[in-house]
């Protein structure tokens, strides 16, 4: 009798159940991933992910690290450092005569918005990110529609990406820069994000920006930049002495802006897919888009603490923070061997 009963209350349940997952699929029939994603999410309670950078479940190593407090961009509100931060800053390019930042940055703000949108996580928002650098280890990948797929798409520097789509993809939301490394952005949709290393590069992009009237850094540098001023964005010096303190340990003199740029990611973003850090298969640092004819393994991380770098992106592979693609082993041949 009461088995009987149990046999029928377990019945009852297993209907309900499907029933309400017929109906939760006939919600989301475009995307039937959406149900699994879904269901994950409400055990996970963070992100509509398959899996969320912030999960429950973190490693200590992980969660002592990530400091969703920091200002990752300098706006209008928080663009006062402390003097800790400020002189940190003022030794990484050791600059001589620097003008008066919060007037500086009172120009800036004139020039650009100096609002901060990206802070929008949410138990309902899958929000996607593919870091591109600019390894070697991108040629012949084919990496390219995965890359495109992510809503976000970083790249860093001299990136480009004409005629190289099929391995590094063609979208870019976030192209991040220093006047030193600058380029034009094709897209009026794409966001410029300024690394900035001294005083003289937040003078740089309002001038860039606006008369073109600065020419000169430690070099040449682009006097005028095209880019959509309304979606300039600059990484706020608190967030670059922290990627240097908390996640290199102090390594290197200062972060190198693929490695900021990752870490940037970690906190924008619920899932981050990274692509083209590191050496190429034999150990070569070049760009995917140089030929390296001599097939030199040549190493010029300069200021920057390449090797750790690239540990902590391997840690945090390990742990399943960020997934890590690191190119495709093809047998030797000459073209790849460049
Ligand atoms: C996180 O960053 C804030 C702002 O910089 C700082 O005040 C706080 O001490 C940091 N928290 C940890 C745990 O380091
Ligand atoms: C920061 O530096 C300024 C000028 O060097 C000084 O007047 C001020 O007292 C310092 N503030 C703190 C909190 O140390
Ligand atoms: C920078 O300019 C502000 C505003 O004009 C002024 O109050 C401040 O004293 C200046 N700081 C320095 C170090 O000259
Ligand atoms: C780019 O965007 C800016 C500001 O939103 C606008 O003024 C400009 O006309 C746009 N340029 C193109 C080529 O669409
Ligand atoms: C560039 O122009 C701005 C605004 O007109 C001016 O304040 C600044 O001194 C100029 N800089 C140089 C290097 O000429
Ligand atoms: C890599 O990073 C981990 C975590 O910070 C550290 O414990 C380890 O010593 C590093 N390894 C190397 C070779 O730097």
Redo the contacts with the bound molecule.
């Keep these: 009798m009461l088995c009987q009963k149990r046999k029928k209350h377990t019945l009852g349940v297993m209907l309900f159940i499907v029933s309400f997952s017929m109906f939760l699929f006939s919600c989301t029939l475009h995307n039937p991933s959406l149900l699994f994603n879904r269901s994950l999410r409400i055990a996970a309670g963070r992100c509509a992910c398959q899996r969320c950078i912030m999960a429950p479940e973190d490693d200590s190593w992980f969660s002592d690290k990530l ?1 969703h ?2 200002h990752l961009l300098l706006t209008r509100t928080n663009s006062e450092l402390s003097n800790e931060t400020y002189r940190w800053w003022q030794w990484l390019q050791s600059e001589r005569n620097p003008a008066n930042l919060s007037v500086v940055v009172d120009k800036l703000f004139q020039v650009i918005p100096g609002e901060d949108d990206l802070m929008d996580s949410s138990p309902s928002r899958c929000r996607t990110c593919s870091v591109v650098g600019n390894s070697g280890n991108l040629r012949s990948s084919g990496y390219g529609p995965q890359i495109d797929a992510a809503e976000i798409v970083i790249r860093i520097n001299q990136a480009l990406t004409e005629g190289f789509e099929e391995d590094v993809g063609r979208k870019t939301t976030h192209h991040v820069m220093y006047p030193e490394s600058a380029l034009d952005l094709k897209s009026n949709s794409t966001a410029l994000v300024l690394a900035p290393f001294k005083i003289l590069d937040l003078e740089w992009i309002i001038s860039a920006l606006t008369n073109g009237n600065i020419t000169y850094t430690y070099m040449p540098v682009m006097p005028r930049i095209q880019a959509n001023k309304n979606k300039v964005l600059v990484y706020n010096p ?1 967030f670059l002495k ?1 990627v240097h303190e908390v996640w290199l340990d102090g390594h290197g003199r200062y972060p190198s802006t693929g490695f900021i740029s990752l870490i940037f990611a970690l906190h924008i973003c619920d899932e981050v897919n990274v692509f083209g850090f590191g050496a190429d298969r034999f150990g070569n640092w070049h760009h995917y888009w140089e030929e390296n004819l001599l097939g030199q393994a040549f190493r010029q991380t300069g200021v920057h603490d390449g090797d750790y770098e690239y540990n902590i992106t391997q840690v945090l592979s390990n742990k399943g923070k960020i997934r890590l693609f690191k190119g495709v082993n093809r047998p030797l041949t000459m073209e790849w061997a460049d």
Excluded: E, P, Q, R
């Design positions: 400091n407090s920091v608190a922290y």
